[in-house]
């Protein structure tokens, strides 16, 4: 029996990867690992996931409301982490760089760089910054993996 891929994107079985973590049964060892078990939330519409791994500090009363309506609104379509800074099992704080491609009223791609601190042993998203996205060159792959060349899909003027 096939087993379904993480959506994550790390090519691992879904129930070694980010499920593990939505589950409970484990939390995230580092900052990247917790990045990608929340884009793996967002992909799936668990919004309880999302406010329990988001800094308390940072958390609002209408988070679970927001949340839910814009993930009603999104497709995630693919993550790639672009670079991270500290973030390990021994650090205390890490950055994590990320695009993301999704399809709301139109396809759109997310850049953001993510802080991430650990706090009692559990890392917890923070905030980022948003970056511009990149723009494939002709002849790369689409970024809105579509399995076409940048040019033959959103490169097209």
């Known amino acids: 029996m096939p087993q379904e891929l993480c959506p994550c994107g790390s090519k691992k079985a879904d129930r070694y990867c980010c499920g593990i973590y939505l589950s409970g049964k484990k939390k995230p060892e580092t900052a990247e690992k917790l990045m990608r078990s929340r884009y793996t939330a967002f992909y799936r519409g668990d919004v309880d996931y999302l ?29 790639t982490i672009l670079a991270t800074q500290q973030g390990k099992k021994k650090d205390n704080t890490g950055i994590v760089e990320f695009e993301a491609v999704f399809q709301a009223n139109e396809l759109g791609q997310l850049h953001e760089r993510s802080r991430f601190i650990k706090s009692n042993g559990q890392w917890f998203y923070v905030d980022g910054d948003i970056l511009p996205g990149t723009v494939p060159k002709p002849k790369d792959p689409c970024w809105c993996r579509s399995g076409k060349k940048y040019r033959q899909c959103h490169g097209k003027k």
Do not use: Y
Request: proline content about 7%.
């Open 51 to 79: 406010i329990a791994t988001l800094d308390p500090a940072k958390r609002q009363p209408n988070d679970h409301a927001e949340l839910t309506k814009s993930i009603g609104k999104t497709k995630w379509l693919g993550l």
